[in-house]
Structures are given as C-alpha cells and as structure tokens.
C-alpha cells in the first residue's frame, strides 16, 4: 500500500511548526522534538521516532501532529493495532476536522497489512467519501477488494474440499458395506438345485475325465496303431542286421 503521502506530511510539519511558532501557537520545545522525530524518522530509525513523539505527547497531549505522526511511526515498525488506536484517538481531536480522511485512509492502510479486507475497506470508502477525487484512496480501494474476493474464493474452496477424516470415515463405510454384503451372502441359504462350490468343482472335474477318457473302439485302433508302428520296427532292425552280415562275408 502506498504511504508517499505520509513523507510529505512530515516534510509540511516543518513548515507548519515554524508558521505556529511565529504565531506563537505552539512552545518552542514541541517544535524541537518533533523535528528531533522527523529527522530519525528520514534515517529510517522509526523506533527512535516513536520514543521522541510519544515524549512530544506527554508535554503537549493535544497536538495532533504528533500524535499523527506517532501513528505513522507505528505503522513503519508493523505495530498495525497500536497505530489503528493512535489513529482513531485522533478522529475524536477537534483540530484533526481537515485531516480526516487521511486518517482514514492510514487505518485503512493498517487493515490493510493485517490482511482484514473488509475493514480496509470500509476505511477507504469512509476517506473516499470525504476525498473523491484522491487516487491513491480509489487504488487502494480496488486492491482491498481483489483481495477479498480472492480470500473468499480460497474459504470457499477449502470448505468444499473433504478433509482427510472425512476421507478415512468414507473408506470405513465402504469396507463395512463390503463386509455386510459378504455376510448376508454366506447367511441366505441355498436354493433348491444349486449346489455347494466344492461339490460342484469335483462334479467338474469328473465331467473333464469322462470327456477325456476313450471308447472301446478307439483303444483297438490305437493299438493296432501301436503293433503296426512295433511291426515296421522290426522289419527295420532285421535288414540292417542282413545287410551287416552280408559285407563281413568271408569270400
């Protein structure tokens, strides 16, 4: 979020504290302190800063330029809350009237680093009211609300995504429906004609056998198979040994 404002305030105190001193509105001791706090402030020592402004307050509790500017210090140091209050305490000061809407617009900004859309957002619309034309306020404005609508989106998802008990509770029901549905089928009893799975698997395997076994008739063509192939065997082996007889022949 955008604070180059903020730097211009502190350069205008300057100026500002000089025209009350010369018009004798402020003491010359606020006028040192907060320049004391301006100085650590462009030295980007905001912790130091902070300290001077806070003891600017407690001499002159009224001055709404310190206190502005306490708040701005704050929010430099990421004391988002603490600035939020110094800001709010402001609005209530009656000299703080023209600077309204930057104070809204600062609070707006604190929201905005908490990541609390919604009341950025009514902070900006309330400076926007009072400053239309600003447009830093519009473009803050429009970020706050991208960045709603983003988070949103993320809520909506992350509700509508099962989480992982309700995973596991649905992986419980399904293995107890299995286990029912296993338990009522082994439960009913068997109809008439159906027989048990072992008596049906034996009944199988004799009904194989029977297909595989042989007919008389063709057990007698195998075997004639076989005393044929035992015939021709022989014939074989027979002329071989005439023909070995016949050349060791003494002539």
Known sequence: MKLNRYHLLFGATLLILGAMIILRYAPWQLWRTIAKAIAEYYANDYESATKT??????????SSIAQYDLGVALYKQGKYKEAIEVFK????????????????????????????WDDAITAYQRALTLRPDDSDVKHNLELA???????????MA?????????????????????????????????KAGV????????????????????TSEQVLALLRMVQDREKRVQRRRLRRKAYRLFWERDW
């Open 158 to 190: 992350k509700s509508n995504k099962p989480s992982a008990q309700s995973k596991t509770k649905q992986r419980e029901n399904k293995q107890h429906d299995v286990r029912e549905k296993e338990r009522k089928r082994l439960q009913q009893p068997q």
């Open 53 to 62: 402004l806070k003891e600017a307050l407690r001499n002159e509790p009224d």
């Open 195 to 214: 027989q048990q799975p072992q008596m049906a698997r034996r009944q199988q395997r004799m009904e194989e056998r029977r297909s595989e076994s042989l």
């Open 89 to 116: 305490r402001l609005l209530e000061a009656d000299d703080a009237q023209r600077m309204k809407w930057l104070i809204h617009y600062a609070i707006g900004n604190c929201y905005a680093k908490m990541k609390r």
């Open 145 to 155: 609300l991208q960045h709603r609508s983003k988070q949103k989106r993320k809520r």
